[in-house]
């Protein structure tokens, strides 16, 4: 199992999205406070529809509250590292670290921990990808080099 970790998330409806992408992965959310949002917010819930009750959430009080409860190798999204995700070690129970909508993680984070700081390729000139979008993208290639595991792989026609 992976662990996505929000570190300060913003937007509800990027939470709520990433919150029915780990439904259907299978991977924990982490989610660190300050939240730019109540919980209960419509909007996290629309956004997660009615998968919440699949995921596996956590809510911590701040970085060192979730540090002390979740031992691991921790990965680190953000635009300003030099390696790609895809050459990244990810490794089951890891946890994988992406940053608020605005400001993404922390420099002072990033530079501690620079050689697992990883980043999605853009073309020159875009600031960012959506969180959600980032989350979705590291997850599911993490997962296909694990031959996708445990999850079901083929669909099949309903009106036949």
């Known amino acids: 199992m992976y662990n996505i970790v929000l570190l300060e998330p913003e937007i509800p409806n990027n939470t709520g999205n990433i919150i029915r992408t780990c439904a259907a992965t299978g991977a924990k959310l982490h989610l660190i406070k300050p939240l730019g ?33 979740n031992k691991g190798e921790y990965f680190f999204s953000s635009t300003k590292a030099s390696k790609v995700y895809s050459d990244m070690p990810f490794s089951d129970n890891c946890y994988i670290f992406f940053g608020k909508e605005t400001k993404g993680l922390p420099e002072r984070l990033l530079k501690e921990n620079y050689d697992r700081a990883f980043r999605i390729p853009m073309l020159e000139g875009i600031r960012s990808l959506n969180l959600a979008n980032s989350v979705a993208i590291v997850i599911y290639d993490a997962l296909r080099r694990k031959g996708f595991e445990k999850m079901q792989i083929k669909g099949k026609l309903t009106e036949v």
């Open 37 to 69: 949002f109540e919980i209960t917010d419509k909007h996290l819930k629309r956004a997660g529809l009615d998968y919440f009750e699949f995921a596996k959430v956590s809510i911590y009080e701040n970085l060192e509250d979730f540090k002390s409860k």
